[in-house]
């Protein structure tokens, strides 16, 4: 008979997960996808909190869940609205090439 | 007599972890966006998968809607109507922005897998057992939460949402002629 799995594997792999995310949104240059690679590291801290709400056996970590969901469909609402607006003005939004800012 | 199905549920761990690392790192390594994406939309199946095991069923089909159907389905049209350029000059193989970032990253893993192993869960222990859940039901459970306890939160995520359709709108339609 095979033990419950520990919680220190759910916790392990929302680690692997934000790593990967967080390479990702270092090392990439097309915006939309250092945008996708963000969304990652929010799935992992969801995971996060999804495994200690379980391993309290609280329902807090999926309220909190819940509205982690809510900002981040906001955010890619208006995220994506933004590189749009930004791909009229410069016609790209390869993240190196937009540097409107720049003094 | 009750079956033994935890070397199912070992199964299904390895199962949705192997997915979701492998969905993972195809997404961080695809040069084309679109591949990005239906990557994406694999490795959020795959933790939805890890939430059913964890009793957040109510979450697990939320991410399925919210995130693999909504908000890919979003990722995906911009995708389409912005990438337009073939991929960029190839990058160069060995920069030091490059550099700097496998350190840190490297580092925060590291101090990830040390939390992992060596962490302590404190707190109080709550009612809301697996066994309490199942008779209780996890929707009407997350319901009664989110519409007593976290109720001020709630409506302000409701209007948290309405600002941002607004926005979204307002930023996208452009400026008139």
């Known amino acids: 008979m095979l033990q419950d799995i520990p919680h220190g594997f759910y916790f392990i792999l929302s680690g692997i997960l934000f790593t990967i995310g967080c390479i990702g949104a270092i090392t990439r240059r097309n915006a939309i996808v250092i945008f996708m690679c963000i969304e990652l590291m929010l799935n992992a801290v969801n995971l996060a909190f999804i495994t200690a709400g379980n391993a309290l056996s609280s329902m807090d970590g999926a309220v909190f869940v819940f509205f982690i969901m809510t900002v981040a469909a906001v955010e890619a609402a208006v995220g994506l609205a933004i590189f749009i607006t930004i791909f009229r003005l410069k016609g790209t939004i390869n993240a190196d090439e937009v540097n409107l800012l720049k003094g | 007599m009750t079956m033994d199905f935890s070397w199912f549920k070992w199964l299904m761990f390895i199962v949705?972890?192997?997915?979701?690392?492998?969905?993972?790192?195809?997404?961080?390594?695809?040069?084309?966006?679109i591949h990005s994406a239906l990557w994406m939309i694999a490795t959020f199946i795959a933790i939805a998968v890890i939430y059913v095991m964890q009793n957040a069923q109510f979450i697990a089909i939320a991410q399925v809607m919210v995130y693999a159907g909504a908000i890919m389905m979003l990722i995906l049209f911009v995708i389409m109507l912005v990438n337009l350029e073939k991929d960029s000059a190839p990058e160069r193989k060995f920069s030091s922005r490059k550099f700097t970032g496998a350190i840190?990253?490297?580092?925060?893993?590291?101090?990830?897998?040390?939390?992992?192993?060596a962490y302590q869960i404190?707190?109080?222990?709550?009612?809301?057992?697996?066994?309490?859940?199942?008779?209780?039901?996890?929707?009407?459970?997350?319901?009664?939460?989110?519409?007593?306890?976290?109720?001020?939160?709630?409506?302000?995520?409701?209007?948290?949402?309405?600002?941002?359709?607004?926005?979204?709108v307002i930023l996208a339609k452009g400026k008139k002629e």
């Open chain 2, 122 to 168: 404190t707190g109080r222990e709550a009612v809301y057992s697996a066994g309490m859940l199942q008779r209780a039901g996890n929707v009407r459970v997350m319901g009664s939460l989110l519409y007593g306890q976290y109720l001020f939160p709630f409506e302000l995520a409701s209007i948290l949402l309405l600002i941002g359709i607004v926005g979204a």
């Open chain 2, 104 to 117: 840190i990253t490297i580092m925060l893993f590291f101090e990830v897998l040390v939390v992992g192993t």
């Open chain 2, 16 to 33: 949705a972890a192997a997915l979701s690392i492998v969905g993972s790192l195809m997404m961080v390594t695809r040069r084309n966006a």
